[in-house]
């Protein structure tokens, strides 16, 4: 891997060339990395919810030419000055957020949310110089919340990428480095069901899936899918998912659905859709007392959350999470070590995959609501 250290790499790379036209492969100058920055060969990549929003370009501010990509797994390539953690050789998995280890987010146990290196989907540049290091000839490509993984080779900041055991199959750990462990984190590093209680989770997709799977681990006893699509509820029970709730199968709304089938509610809620309406919801079904939601989902940006005070002084509790609370580079080894001691199973997340060449196809998937995750073989 050293004769390309310091030298430019030409490599094929999926281009978003326009807000939601397919994706073009197309030939891209990856520049070597700078000061605090790695060049990984990406081995491995997935299509996240996230990239098909951002790649749609209808709720925010469009940025094109520009490579997305952020769920992946690979191996680093080369190093910038100053890089002492990682070299080249080392498997890794890049992560759209960070962990710089020297501001107060990362001193702090509390929190995950790096000042430096937390998720920016603006910035289409890196943050030492403010440039891309990806052209097409002589023009700049933008990147996708410092990761780009659609491309073979790609430039990360050296902390937000996480070191991973060198035997872990990165065509299966890849999903950790997104919404799998977002979900899952959700429930085990901030709901923290206790065994035997009872868990609501909103929304079915693979993010409230683990979310489901995380409820299973802590030894939930019963685990309500809320879900407006039934054809997801046969795949959830996969996930430890013991009962099923359609909020249109009902003329009052789904939280007092929840709290006369629970006895006064359930001990955990976790919100996985980012609509505003199932976030209240979410919040108003757990139990007086002790009941405490987690919100997961992005809301939309005019959202706002309404909620009687009395909700809260009945000592309901309500809890935010980012990447279910995960540092990156401290915390992803362990959750990849997890699913090596097989206390945590990849595979059933994984309903798809497709040649890098077909990568379109994974959009298309994602579009129709048909499976989980698709991952992206990218040497194809």
């Keep these: 891997m050293g004769s390309t250290a310091g030298q430019v790499i030409r490599c094929k790379a999926a281009v978003a060339w326009e807000a939601g036209e397919p994706l073009v492969i197309e030939e891209v100058e990856v520049a070597p990395p700078q000061a605090m920055e790695v060049r990984l060969k990406i081995l491995y990549t997935s299509l996240c919810h996230t990239d098909v929003y951002f790649w749609e370009a209808k709720g925010q501010k469009p940025l094109f030419p520009r490579i997305f990509g952020h769920e992946a797994g690979g191996v680093v390539e080369s190093v910038g ?21 020297e501001c107060a987010h990362c001193k702090s146990e509390e929190s ?48 937000c990428v996480a070191k991973i055991d060198p035997t872990a199959p990165l065509d299966k750990v890849c999903v950790l480095s997104c919404g799998i462990s ?29 979310a489901a799977e995380g409820a299973r681990l802590a030894g939930a006893s019963r685990i309500i899918g809320v879900d407006v699509n039934p054809k997801r509820f046969e795949e959830a029970k996969k996930f430890g998912c013991t009962e099923f709730v359609n909020p249109k199968d009902y003329d009052k709304p789904v939280q007092e659905v929840l709290v006369e089938m ?20 979410a919040f108003e079904c757990v139990h007086d007392g002790w009941g405490v939601a987690v919100l997961v989902g992005v809301p939309h940006k005019d959202a706002v959350f309404k909620t009687h005070p009395m909700n809260m002084l009945n000592e309901r509790t309500l809890k935010g999470t980012f990447f279910g609370n995960y540092k990156p580079r401290s915390d992803l080894p362990s959750v990849v070590d997890k699913y090596m001691k097989k206390e945590l199973e990849l595979e059933k997340f994984i309903t798809h995959s ?18 989980l995750r698709c991952i992206i073989r990218m040497g194809e």
Excluded: W
């Design 81 to 101: 000055e100053g890089v002492t953690e990682l070299q080249p050789g080392d498997h890794v998995l890049p992560v759209f957020t960070g962990e710089c280890k």
């Design 112 to 159: 995950n949310m790096c000042d430096l290196l937390r998720i920016n989907t603006d910035r289409g540049v890196m943050l030492s110089d403010e440039k891309s290091r990806f052209s097409i000839n002589g023009k700049p490509i933008y990147h996708f919340v410092g990761t780009s993984t659609f491309s073979e080779y790609t430039v990360v900041h050296t902390g």
């Design 182 to 210: 977002t979900g899952l984190g959700a429930t085990l590093n901030v709901a923290k069901p206790t065994e035997g209680s009872s868990v609501a989770v909103f929304g079915l997709g693979a993010v409230g899936l683990a």
């Design 262 to 281: 629970t006895n006064g509610g359930v001990d955990r809620s976790v919100e996985c859709t980012g609509n505003v309406d199932a976030m209240i919801a």
């Design 354 to 371: 497709v040649p890098f060449s077909e990568i379109n196809k994974a959009f298309d998937y994602m579009l129709e609501g048909d499976g």
